[in-house]
């Protein structure tokens, strides 16, 4: 069974940055498009990001040009690049894959962003 642990998150100001990290315990992300989502307090979960087994990138309108999703092929690790943070970002954050590979969610990783 494939798990996937995201990591990285933690508290910063409005305009701050975090890596955010899904360790996958097998190499899925080669095979399979992948996405980060984002939980806010008290809303459903959201997909924000996406990456294709190829690399190919998507963002949600809300986070393009300040996430950025990037890959390690031997970690078998998809990173988040977060930047200029907005307290609107705050929330879980989860990995996953899309469609029928999709695994049980995670325990996520908390963003807390100060204003």
């Known amino acids: 069974q494939v798990q996937l642990v995201e990591s990285g998150g933690g508290l910063v100001q409005t305009g701050g940055s975090l890596r955010l990290s899904c360790a996958a315990s097998?190499?899925?992300?080669?095979?399979?498009?992948m996405g980060w989502y984002h939980q806010a307090p008290g809303k459903e979960r959201e997909l924000v990001a996406t990456?294709?087994?190829?690399?190919?990138?998507n963002y949600s309108d809300s986070v393009k040009g300040r996430f950025t999703l990037s890959r390690d092929n031997a970690k078998n690790t998809v990173y988040m690049q977060m930047i200029n943070l907005k307290p609107e970002d705050t929330g879980v954050y989860y990995c996953?894959?899309?469609?029928?590979?999709?695994?049980?969610w995670g325990q996520g990783t908390q963003v807390t962003v100060s204003s």
């Open positions: 990456m294709t087994r190829r690399g190919t990138t």
């Open positions: 996953n894959l899309i469609g029928t590979a999709a695994r049980p």
């Open positions: 097998q190499a899925v992300f080669i095979s399979n498009i």
